[in-house]
């Protein structure tokens, strides 16, 4: 089974959807990555997924990577040197907390939405949309096949 298809498609347009609400004001990018599989550390594949998407490049270094393995019931929240230099980790451990809480109580999607929300919130402080900003990443989830993750 595809990484895509362990959600339905109600769920993934609702998570899209809070992606580009919490872009509306913020120049931060924020994306969201699914698969069914972590072998390892699932900060250190956020790590590499961050840098397989191109992450790195937006102008302000302010893209946020959340990153799910479903299958495996671990995921990660990075920032890039942008929004970490006016964070601490104590900020995505809250957003991971609040995921966490979440998923225990079987609201997987109301959790990734409420944190691509509060992760917005969070570059909006930072980064303010500006007149002109441009959408550097695509808001849609991203998905890998496990074959790569081994």
């Given amino acids: 089974m595809a990484a895509e298809d362990l959600l339905r498609k109600e769920s993934q347009d609702t998570i899209v959807r809070a992606i580009a609400s919490a872009e ?5 990018e924020i994306r969201v990555h699914l ?12 790590a590499y997924v961050f840098s397989k998407l191109g992450m790195f490049r937006t102008k302000d270094r302010n893209a946020v990577l959340i ?8 995921f990660a929240v990075i920032g890039d040197s942008g929004i970490n230099e006016r964070v601490g980790a ?8 609040g995921m966490a809480a979440d998923f225990r ?3 997987f999607t109301g959790g990734m939405s409420r944190a691509v929300m509060a992760v917005g919130e969070k570059l909006k402080s930072y980064f303010p949309y500006q007149k002109n900003d441009v959408n550097e990443l695509p808001d849609e989830i991203s998905y890998v096949d496990n ?4």
Avoid: I, M
Avoid at 24 to 28: D, K, Q, V, W, Y
Avoid at 67 to 74: D, F, N, R, V
Avoid at 147 to 150: C, G, I, K
């Fill in 90 to 97: 104590g900020f995505w451990n809250d957003v991971k907390d």
């Fill in 35 to 46: 698969e069914q599989v972590c072998n390892g550390d699932p900060y250190l594949r956020a």
């Fill in 105 to 107: 109580s079987g609201d």
């Fill in 67 to 74: 990153y799910l393995a479903l299958k495996s019931h671990k």
């Fill in 147 to 150: 074959q790569e993750n081994s």
């Fill in 24 to 28: 509306r004001n913020t120049s931060g």
